[in-house]
């Protein structure tokens, strides 16, 4: 009975924190409608989403990164072949330790909206229900960075691309580099020429 009670208190806190310290934000009472954030000089998708390899390695630069990441050791590849959808995880080695590495994935999965759906107003909720989001100009119909995840959200003609950049928010020597996550992504993201 004590442990269901240490658990139930656990829990408890967990919720409580995740509550006042996480990045979710209410959208009751925000105003909709917006829609300054969409891309108007988009001209269509570079690729289609059926061109796009399952192996999405091909699109991220290994000088790249190296660029990005000056302290990069090493950069290793996962080919894509672990998972069903189309992407790829990439690591990025800051010492010659086996374990010492910061994670990375770009995935493209299809953009389904629901019949009488609008996209935009499905971004615009997105954007808002995020408090370390921003909208970035230039990128697809519209892109949205996510500070606290790290990620970048860029919505094309039927699908959308995800980049995660390495990092990691609790190694202090990572944190002590102060790098500037959202242009890495921006970067990231332009070198893969698919937009």
């Keep these: 009975m004590k442990n269901i009670q240490r658990i139930a208190i656990t829990t408890a806190i967990s919720f409580l924190l995740i509550a006042c310290f996480g990045d979710k934000n209410t959208v ?5 409608g917006d829609t300054n954030f969409v891309n108007t000089s988009f001209a269509g998708n570079k690729v289609a989403f059926s061109a796009l390899p399952k192996n999405m390695c091909s699109y991220i630069k290994e000088s790249k990164i190296k660029e990005l990441y000056p302290d990069a050791k090493k950069i290793l590849f996962d080919d894509g072949k672990t998972f069903a959808s189309k992407n790829c995880r990439f690591l990025v080695y800051t010492s010659d330790e086996k374990f010492d590495y910061l994670s990375g994935t770009i995935f493209a999965a299809e953009d389904v909206v629901a019949e009488g759906e609008d996209w935009k107003q499905t971004w615009e909720l997105k954007k808002k229900m995020s408090k370390s989001s921003s909208y970035v100009s230039g990128l697809g119909q519209t892109a949205i ?51």
Excluded at 28 to 32: A, F, H, M, T, V
Excluded at 162 to 182: H, Q, W
Excluded at 183 to 191: F, R, V
Aim: charged content about 30%; cysteine-free; glycine content about 8%.
């Design 28 to 32: 009751i009472g925000q105003e909709l």
């Design 145 to 195: 960075w996510i500070g606290k995840k790290r990620e970048l959200s860029v919505k094309m003609d039927g699908y959308i691309i995800t980049i995660n950049v390495p990092g990691s928010p609790f190694k202090k020597e990572e944190l002590a580099k102060k790098r500037d996550y959202k242009n890495i992504a921006i970067e990231i993201a332009k070198s893969t020429g698919l937009f």
